[in-house]
């Protein structure tokens, strides 16, 4: 969504076309290990979610260095994960699905849309933190799992708040909380999980745009000032928020800063979470 989103209007910037290559699989492994090899010359971008920083933390080996086979040009977005119950589950509050699930240790199961994905890890920190056991049912991805808890085969789940918004404001779904540490413009109703009461608790998908390491500086320069500045077009901010995103546009340092103390976030929340690197 966000390649498309600002593809467009990068291409009316940079005058020249502009190809969104979709590389999936493998936590983005695939298309990282690709981007690491292109040439250095500015031609070749990527967008990166959150397994940028997760991954090291989720694989023993990987086939690029997270921090020195890529420059890092300028932070997108942010996303947190929604938690939303089906209409049978008896909570209307974080901590009134703690206290259930407390009472009941594996009655709840939880869908997401594959081990090792922010909708899982949501789900694996938030158990670490409160001591709930639930059920974890992994799908092939978002789109099988959102099926799935609106068709009532699980109880919950963490996933994109685009995605679910509309059941739950069709009735089908109850929100209780955001994985951000503040609450999302597009759903200012819902709570932080951290405010519902479990303080502390916090993960994002963030997105960023990097280059191949060794692009001139230069070139790193007028690609961060180009797009920082179309993120900041009148309607960009409104529609990425609309699909559940919190806006961002930093420096090339900034975004190195935040991937550095991310990944050592991801290693503290997914050691207490009893998760090791495969």
Not at 18 to 26: D, K, Q, S, T
Not at 172 to 180: P, Q
Not at 256 to 261: D, G, K, L, M
Request: aromatic residues 8%; glycine residues 8%.
């Amino acid at each position: 969504m966000l390649a498309r989103s600002i593809g467009p209007r990068m291409a009316e910037v940079f005058d020249m076309p502009v190809v969104i290559e979709n590389r999936a699989g493998a936590g983005g492994i695939i298309g990282y290990e690709m981007a690491a090899q292109a040439p250095a010359d500015g031609y070749t971008l990527l967008i990166v979610a959150g397994g940028y920083t997760l991954n090291p933390s989720l694989y023993a080996r990987l086939p690029y260095d997270t921090i020195r086979d890529f420059e890092r040009v300028s932070l997108i977005a942010c996303a947190p994960n929604l938690l939303v119950v089906i209409q049978s589950v008896p909570v209307a509050s974080v901590q009134e699905l703690i206290a259930f699930a407390r009472a009941k240790p594996n009655y709840l199961n939880y869908a997401s849309s594959g081990v090792g994905t922010t909708s899982y890890l949501s789900a694996e920190i938030f158990k670490a933190m409160t001591g709930v056991e639930m059920v974890h049912v992994p799908y092939k991805g978002a789109g099988d799992s959102t099926a799935a808890v609106i068709a009532g085969q699980v109880h919950l789940i963490f996933s994109t708040p685009n995605a679910l918004m509309p059941q739950v404001k069709a009735g089908r779904l109850r929100a209780l909380g955001v994985t951000s540490a503040r609450r999302l413009p597009v759903i200012p109703e819902v709570p932080s999980i951290a405010e519902a009461g479990l303080a502390g608790y916090e993960v994002n998908n963030c997105y960023g745009i990097l280059v191949p390491a060794k692009t001139p500086d230069v070139i790193v320069r007028k690609l961060n000032a180009d797009i920082v500045r179309i993120l900041r077009q009148p309607e960009m901010k409104p529609l990425l928020e609309s699909l559940g995103f919190d806006v961002l546009g930093t420096t090339p340092e900034q975004f190195t800063a935040f991937a550095r103390s991310d990944m050592a976030k991801w290693a503290r929340d997914l050691k207490a979470a009893g998760i090791k690197p495969q």
